[in-house]
């Protein structure tokens, strides 16, 4: 057999596998992993809105912190962290080898694919560390780590326009993530034809209640930072938790943190409906 033939037969064997039943289960678990961190930092936003906060970040970090005191709760980081690895391995297999769907191996696609992979490596690492007990990685203040970054890129040679693009390039992901959850681009993702006719009503107040609110904290985030960069001043920048914080400064109070805080929690249910009911 030719060698052409035999990296032909090892592309095809690779693809099949990616396509198999042990990746679609790690993806799903992924989705669960998901679920379980929004679900936790929407809570912890409506704490914030309403109750005592008592120094608890509303962001990953916080959303750590507080599965680290429920009972097993170093078991449970370490299945959270190994459900997240597994949507890392998922992107990563999208991006090598295409995605679902008729189009889903157009290079735009296994591009954002690959990018995932990146975020979610990164938030898997992150969650992996906490639970071996390097607290740090995991449980660090988004808002100071934001800070940081972007005082670090200020410095650069045009690190003010770096920081602005990076900016509007997330407050330009933020609206594309509320715009597809208003247009309810996510059912061409989900077997809708297998939900009940209630499944599936739930699921489109889940997905377009949850992507608005995803939606726009990362444009309000992103606005943030184009902010820091124009007034070169890093401090602008605010991460995760200040970024929600910020909606209870706003006329409506802490009542649209709270809207947003449901938001955010409802985004967790529907990770939980694409564990479920996702094409993979």
Request: glycine residues 16%; proline residues 2%.
């Amino acid at each position: 057999m030719s060698l052409p033939a035999v990296t032909e037969d090892g592309k095809r064997l690779a693809r099949r596998a990616a396509k198999g039943r042990g990746v679609a289960a790690v993806a799903r678990a992924g989705f669960v992993g998901r679920g379980v961190l929004y679900l936790l930092i929407g809570a912890l936003a409506l704490r914030i809105a309403f109750f005592d906060d008592d120094g608890r970040q509303a962001d990953r970090g916080g959303a750590l912190a507080e599965l680290a005191e429920k009972p097993l709760g170093n078991v449970m980081l370490w299945l959270l962290g190994a459900a997240l690895a597994g949507m890392a391995l998922w992107r990563l297999s999208e991006a090598c080898f295409g995605q679902a769907g008729p189009d889903g191996r157009k290079a735009s696609k296994r591009a954002m694919s690959a990018g995932r992979f990146l975020f979610y490596g990164f938030v898997a690492y992150s969650v992996l560390a906490f639970a071996a007990g390097d607290e740090g990685s995991g449980s660090g203040s988004s808002d100071r780590q934001t800070k940081d970054v972007t005082a670090k890129a200020l410095d650069w040679p045009g690190g003010q326009w770096i920081v602005a693009a990076a900016g509007a390039g997330v407050v330009g992901a933020g609206l594309w993530i509320a715009g597809r959850a208003l247009l309810r681009k996510f059912r061409d993702r989900l077997r809708s034809g297998e939900m009940s006719r209630r499944v599936r009503r739930g699921t489109d107040v889940l997905g377009v209640v949850g992507g608005t609110a995803r939606g726009m904290v990362f444009a309000v985030a992103g606005g943030f930072a184009v902010a820091a960069a124009l007034q070169h001043e890093p401090g602008e920048a605010k991460g995760f938790d200040d970024t929600l914080r910020s909606f209870a400064d706003t006329g409506a109070g802490p009542w649209l943190l709270a809207l947003i805080a449901v938001g955010l929690a409802a985004f967790g249910l529907f990770s939980w409906v694409n564990a479920r009911w996702r094409k993979l």
